[in-house]
């Protein structure tokens, strides 16, 4: 490993970081889960360009070709907001942080705008917000544009723009073989790797850079609500009808959430959004009606401020996952935080064992739908499932790397082998 760190910090000055230095313990120390802070990598990679990616990969393809396929293995970081260790980090590997490839540009007609992979999303929605455009990301300001892309992402404006990746229109990709690609649907010769990039993590390649289609923005109407314990019934009354709607406003979305801690307390909070600059009543009004309530921040407000808002009730040391209903599918995800990391394995499979029970009663009762949500799955989740969707992916890795490096080099994300 010493000498693939001397190669590369030769091929790139000034962008290689061993553990002395203050920018490895800058990049190290500032994931967003406790996990993945632990892990301490040989050196640290900030590559600046596209260019520093291509030489990046042809190094550890060349190194892995002298040994053996696995033996240098290195991760992919563009945020670093995926929860467990290894998912964008590694011990005694090489990460590559992203971050330094932040570039934000709307084009001439501001159809488009065109951005980094290592772009966070507080920083797109500070370039958008002033241009009146938006373009569905993250709902909190520090998650990656690249991690939240590749997994599918989910947004506030899911209900009217589908999926984050449903707007991207084109991505630049390097490839384990050098070459840099830029896959869009329609391409004769890489239209099938457009469509495999579509909710497939890291398996192809190092996305360097997304082109988004974009859409008239102003201000939305949008904040949070919190309520004691004593309100779970008027809760899952509400949600339950919010979600059985059959024609719900595809502009509001909610995060409804319940919470317990041991210095707070027990509660509910309702992340509530409408993107238009005004209330709206039909869906808010059951929300603000239920009492009592400690909190209340619904207001007027930019899509910057409302991320920044949102960013404060979601702390570290998360542990992610999910399960599905019918007909109007709930996206649930399980998180906690603890202080002792000695407490991480009992957590975790507590955790784990909670969404197991839940999801075998939802099969019981017909309600598990069988999708899984890759940026909230766990590491020990199956979101390719069996079948033909995943043969196809297989297929598509061969194609795109015969020699396996995303899957046998970097052990994080989901493998598709």
């Not at 900030?46 to 291509?54: E, G, K």
């Amino acid at each position: 490993m010493e000498r693939h760190v001397s190669d590369l910090s030769q091929a790139l000055l000034g962008k290689v970081f061993p553990p002395e230095a203050k920018e490895y313990r800058g990049s190290s120390e500032s994931y967003f889960s406790a996990q993945e802070n632990t892990l301490k990598p040989a050196c640290i990679v900030r590559p600046h360009t596209t260019a520093d990616v291509v030489t990046i990969v042809s190094h550890l393809v060349r190194a892995n070709s002298l040994q053996s396929i696995g033996s240098c293995k290195f991760a992919i970081r563009s945020g670093g907001h995926a929860c467990f260790a290894g998912s964008a980090n590694i011990s005694n590997g090489i990460t590559i942080d992203l971050r330094g490839m932040n570039s934000i540009r709307v084009n001439e007609d501001s159809s488009r705008v065109f951005i980094g992979t290592g772009a966070s999303w507080g920083e797109v929605y500070r370039t958008l917000d002033p241009l009146g455009l938006a373009v569905p990301g993250g709902r909190h300001s520090q998650v990656g544009v690249g991690g939240l892309t590749l997994g599918g992402g989910l947004s506030h404006f899911s209900g009217q723009a589908g999926l984050v990746c449903d707007a991207v229109t084109e991505y630049e990709i390097v490839l384990a073989s050098g070459s840099t690609v830029r896959a869009t649907e329609n391409d004769s010769d890489n239209g099938d790797l457009f469509r495999a990039l579509r909710g497939c993590s890291n398996n192809f390649g190092i996305v360097t850079q997304f082109t988004f289609r974009t859409f008239p923005q102003g201000r939305l109407w949008g904040g949070t609500l919190i309520y004691p314990l004593e309100t779970k019934d008027q809760q899952l009354q509400v949600f339950y009808k919010y979600s059985t709607n059959p024609s719900c406003n595809p502009n509001v979305s909610l995060i409804h959430s319940f919470g317990m801690s041991a210095e707070r307390g027990s509660g509910f909070v309702n992340s509530i959004v409408h993107t238009k600059p005004e209330s709206e009543p039909t869906v808010i009004k059951p929300f603000t009606s239920l009492s009592p309530m400690y909190l209340n921040t619904l207001r007027e407000l930019s899509l910057t401020e409302l991320t920044v808002e949102q960013d404060s009730y979601n702390k570290n040391d998360v542990i992610p996952t999910l399960s599905a209903g019918s007909k109007s599918i709930v996206v649930a995800q399980l998180t906690g935080t603890w202080e002792d990391p000695r407490d991480t394995a009992a957590l975790e499979g507590v955790a784990i064992k909670l969404i197991d029970d839940i999801e075998t009663a939802a099969q019981k009762s017909d309600l598990q739908t069988g999708y899984l949500y890759l940026n909230y799955a766990h590491a020990g989740q199956n979101v390719f499932g069996e079948g033909k969707r995943k043969a196809w992916l297989q297929e598509m890795s061969r194609k795109y790397d015969p020699q396996g490096i995303f899957q046998r080099c970097v052990p994080g994300g989901f493998k598709l082998f």
